[in-house]
Structures are given as C-alpha cells and as structure tokens.
C-alpha cells in the first residue's frame, strides 16, 4: 500500500490531493523536510486525502509520512508567481528524481542506461520520486537557513509551467544537487531570466543532460533519448527528446550553464567512494568567489566535493593558467575558477574533468561548481565560505562602483585595448600585451624599451577610420607621435608626427586621437588630417583634471585626480563632462568590449560593465 500526490508543488491556501493506493485507513503526518519539524497530522482514508496548505506555511520543501503504508510523499510550497518572500529561489528537481523511481524495473524508469526495457514515459501519478538515498540536495538545504539565508522553494516543473512569471522579483536562481531532466520551456524560462538580468548558482553538476517533455496535464515525463523512436523528431526537431548538444537539437547545456557532463566524470556503484579522495585545485584566487578563503592558486581544497558526477568546460593551459576553448559552446565569458583532472576515473565509469567557473550571460551572472556534491561538503570552511561569497554577490543588488579581477598586473603608466588584447606600458617604457579576457592570463613583453625617449601614452582606434589604418599610437616623453602594428612579437615603433607639449594621457576616438596635457586641457587630432601631415592640435575644451584617458562605445572616459569616473563626447570643441562615480585606485584604464579596465597599486587588473558605469 502506498501514496502520491498529484501535484510536486502548491501554493499557501491551496489543495493538494493525494491518492491513497490500497484499502484501509491511515495516519499522515506532514514536515519540513529541511528542519524535520511535524506541522499536521491527520487520520485519512482509502481513496484519497486532500491537504489545504496553511496560509502561514512558509515556501519549503516538505515530507507527507503515510505511516500505515510507509509511504513519503514531496511536494514544495511555493509562493504565487510576483510575489516573492525572499530574493533567492531553490529550485528542486523532480524531474530527475521521477526518472530515477523505480530503476531497472522493466517499463517503470527512465533507467538504467542503454537497456531495451526501459520506459520513454513515465508518469507521476505513481508512488515514489522522492531523493535518491545519496540525498545530494539534503546538504545545501539544511545548511541554507541556519546559515542566515531566507529563500523560496519551488518545483523545477514549476519552472515548466509557469517559469517566466515565476522567476520574476527573484535576483538568484539555485539550482542543486543532481538536476538532470529539463524541458525546453524550463530552459528558456531560465535563460530568459538571466538575459534580463537574473543570476543562477548551480551548486550542481550533470545538469541539464536530458531534454524532456511533459504531457497529459504534465504528469507523464517524456524521454524517448533517441531522435528514432521518439515521434516528434521529424515533426519538431528542437523538443526531441534527446542530449541537449545532440542532433537533431544541436543546443549544447554549456550556453546556459558554462559546462557539461559531457566532458566531466563519474564513478558509480562500488567505486562512488573515490569522491572521498577528491579535491579541487584553485586557478584564480584573486576572483571575488574566493575571497576570505585564504587559498593561493595552486592550492588543493573542497576535499570530497567533488563527485560522484561533475561538469566540465574544454580548456587549454596557457602559460600555467586555464582558459576555456569554446568548443563545446560554453561562453567566451566563461571564468575558470578551479579544476580537477579526473581523467583517471576512466576506471570507475567516465573519465573527464571537473571545471568551476562564473560567467556573463546577458546582463545576469553565472555560477557554477560543477559537481553534484558540493552541497554535502559545507562543513568545510572553504565550501562554506565560496558558498556564501557566491549567494551573497549574485542575490544582491548590482553595485555599480566595483570593478572585478580579471588577473594579476605589474606596475603600469598606459593601458589600451586593441584586437583582442590589452596592451601596456611600465614606466620604463617596455610594452606588454595579454589577452583581453576575464580569465587571470599572464602577460608578455611584445616590445622593449627604447633606448631614448619611451612611450608614455597609449591609444588604439576602435576600427580604421580616416585612412588610418588600426593599430597603436603612442605619445614620448619629448612629444614625439609614434605608431606600431598591434602584433606580439617585437616590432618598431615608427614616428609618424609630433604632440602638444606635456601630454599626460591619449586616446582615440571618432576617427581623432585626443590628448590631455599638462595644461588641463583636452586637445584633438584627426586622423585623416594627420595622414596629410598636418600635425596640429586644436584645442577641444577642459580636461577637468584627467590623468588618465580611454574611449569605448563612442565616448571618451577618464580618470581624474580626485579618482572620478567621467565620460564626455568626443567632439571639436567644449563638450560637458558627466561624473559616473569612484574610480578607485584605477591610475590607467581601457575600453573593451563593453567593459572599462583600469589598474592601480593593489596589483591586479580589474574591469566593470560600462553599462553599469
């Protein structure tokens, strides 16, 4: 004898039923399956019982306890859609929980593998489809509240049905544990959500393998994992139900959440206890996810956080440091936090990696620890302190004035962006360059110093305009206009005119170079005119006390001596500058990308969202 309810999720003051199979009475008592605490209990009766939430039931995922029929039932109070009580939502995975009821039983799972007799349909109308006995959600949501963290709960289906309205008023979607089955309207539901702005922490791993599709009133789960047998591959190719990154859907998971298990690991059955032994190694410990921490790259942490399935990214070492690829779709954005080479799991089921990482994705953030055990772990210190930095940033609201690592820095007077790299001079006149990325890459020198009379300034037009052909300008210390081919191996620098005297910073934009000088004043050079040889430079208005200049998205920005962000036009004459707020300690800065880079002494080179300037 055994239970279930008819739905995985309700709402304060709603009803949910659940069918009583067998004849007979019964107790029932409901908890808190995050606490334990027993709210109700009630005496029921063969066919069915039907439960009206309390209004004051908080959004929680609970148990029903059927006693006679040993039966537990799950189900989440939620709240309505638009109208949140916390910023972060928890979603919980149903789906996969209902795929894996019932495993290997001929015709009741969507398991195990590649056998002949498992089901492509499953229903929910059936006992079971509760965690898995490993409990990978149990650890992150009983450490959530005691940790100072209110969220909301909801249904991954719920995400299904009702996504869009659902995700609304939320800041910080958390996806956890093993979140497996995904249909295309939860997919779109989230990437949505962070296009707009929304943020999600996938404190998880396997996620998003399987495409699904729900049917009849969304309580049969449809995964047929194969575009032959299932019906709707020649009808509507993009909802077969298949791996997300194969044909005929060709929508790899890494787009959404940076990784996938494709390239990731796991150990199963007898051999599962080799997450025990694992850890990761941190890559970029200057990054805001691992502040407080302590750890230094290089360092091994999270032991037993990492398995029993994990995520990972393609990426090559590049001089010591990883960057991804791109390959398989993750996201050029993608940050590489930590690693774990977990090629030798080969021998306990799939060998691969493990790969964390946080990314852009629209105008929200992502994060991912790629690993189905990371909640279970948060007893140790690190765990608990990544997790913290993690729901503290993504669930606040965004704060304009911070710039973000983005890798280590020497002491600079210049910095430009051009053709995909930053380019930059030490005070003694000695060029470097690294790629312009967020990931923590190392720099090169491209160019040394010359003997006489080095660069002091930097600019680099956005594209060629004016019969100048793109590439790097540079003012000397005695006035000289130098330019150079943007290329990483050493190359002269050519003298092609002369500069105000005194210049303290350049930059180009709208087809000129703009100069600050010693002056206070912000003098232009149109390129074209310089391809005449016409050498001179009018005035165009106040510098407002600019020491250091860039442009990006057709407008000029610069720090001045009070360490304030401006921005202006770059017009002929007088045009009025806008105050953005702190610069911090940025002495340089560059435009890339939609972003503003800057460095100053605490060596690191640190960018933000010009958007968000």
């Known amino acids: ?109 969507l398991y195990y593998a590649e056998e002949p007799t498992r089901a492509a349909r499953v229903s929910f109308d059936r006992p079971g489809g509760g965690p898995p006995p490993e409990r990978w959600e149990d650890g992150l949501l009983r450490w959530l509240g005691p940790a100072g963290y ?108 940076g990784v996938a298990y494709r390239h990731g690991a796991g150990a199963w059955g007898d051999f599962m206890d080799v997450m025990k032994e694992t850890d990761y190694t941190a890559r970029f410990t200057d990054h805001w996810v691992f502040a407080g921490t302590g750890l230094r790259d290089g360092d091994r942490f999270a032991l037993g956080a990492v398995g029993y399935e994990t995520d990972a990214a393609l990426y090559q070492e590049v001089d010591g440091v990883p960057r991804i690829t791109g390959g398989d779709g993750t996201p050029p954005s993608f940050v590489i936090l930590a690693t774990a080479d977990l090629r030798h799991w080969r021998r306990y089921g ?27 772990t948060l007893s140790d210190g690190v765990v608990d302190r990544i997790t913290r930095n993690v729901l503290d940033r993504l669930s606040a609201p965004a704060d304009p004035s911070r710039w973000d690592a983005i890798g280590p820095v020497p002491e600079l007077i210049a910095l430009v962006a051009c053709e995909h790299a930053f380019w930059a001079l030490t005070p003694d006149g000695t060029l470097l360059v690294r790629t312009a990325c967020a990931q923590n890459l190392r720099w090169h020198p491209a160019s040394p110093s010359p003997s006489q ?114 921005t202006r036009l770059p017009t002929v004459t007088q045009s009025p500058w806008t105050d953005l707020g702190p610069a911090g300690d940025r002495t340089v800065i560059a435009g890339y990308d939609g972003h503003l880079a800057g460095a100053g002494g605490d060596g690191l080179l640190r960018w933000r969202d010009i958007a968000r300037a």
């Not at 996504?163 to 089955?181: I, K, Q, S, T, W």
Request: charged content about 20%.
């Open 350 to 376: 799939q060998g691969g990696h493990a790969t964390m990482g946080v990314f852009r994705l629209g105008a929200g953030t992502v994060f991912n620890a790629a690993t189905v055990n990371w909640g279970n």
């Open 453 to 566: 009379d080095p660069p002091v300034c930097l600019a680099a037009p956005r594209e060629a305009v004016g019969g100048m052909a793109v590439g790097l300008y540079a003012v000397t210390r005695r006035g000289r206009l130098l330019h150079r081919e943007p290329v990483r191996e050493p190359a002269p620098w050519q003298e092609i005119g002369t500069a105000p005297d005194g210049v303290l910073a350049l930059a180009s934009a709208d087809g000129s170079l703009f100069a600050v000088t010693a002056d206070d004043r912000l003098r232009r050079l149109p390129l074209a005119r310089l391809a005449e040889g016409d050498h001179a430079w009018p005035d165009a208005g106040g510098a407002e006390g600019a020491l250091a200049l860039t442009a990006a998205g057709g407008l000029l920005f610069a720090v001045d001596r009070d360490r304030r962000l401006r």
């Open 1 to 109: 004898m055994s239970a279930y309810a008819d739905a995985t999720s309700c709402t304060p003051g709603g009803m949910l039923r659940f069918t009583l199979l067998g004849p007979g009475p019964d107790t029932v008592t409901v908890h808190d399956a995050i606490d334990d605490r027993p709210l109700l209990t009630a005496d029921v009766n063969y066919p069915m019982w039907t439960l009206t939430v309390p209004e004051d039931w908080p959004s929680s995922l609970y148990r029903a306890v059927f006693k006679s029929r040993s039966q537990e039932v799950y189900f989440v109070v939620r709240r309505p859609a638009g109208a949140p009580s916390a910023v972060i939502l928890v979603s919980v995975p149903f789906a996969t929980w209902q795929a894996y009821n019932r495993s290997g039983i001929p015709g009741e799972s």
């Open 150 to 257: 209110r969220v909301d709960y909801c249904s991954n289906l719920d995400l299904h049905t009702d996504g869009p309205a659902l995700l609304r008023g939320y800041r910080l979607l958390v996806v956890n544990g093993h979140d497996e089955y995904w249909s295309k309207e939860m997919r779109d539901a989230v990437e949505s959500f962070t296009a707009a702005g929304g943020n999600v922490a996938y404190f998880a791993a396997n996620t998003a393998f399987w495409q699904v599709r729900f049917e009849d009133g969304d309580r049969t789960m449809v995964c047929y994992r194969d575009p032959v047998r299932d019906p709707v591959a020649a009808l509507d190719p993009a909802r077969t139900t298949v791996e997300w990154a194969a044909a005929p859907v060709h929508r790899p998971e890494n787009t959404m959440t």
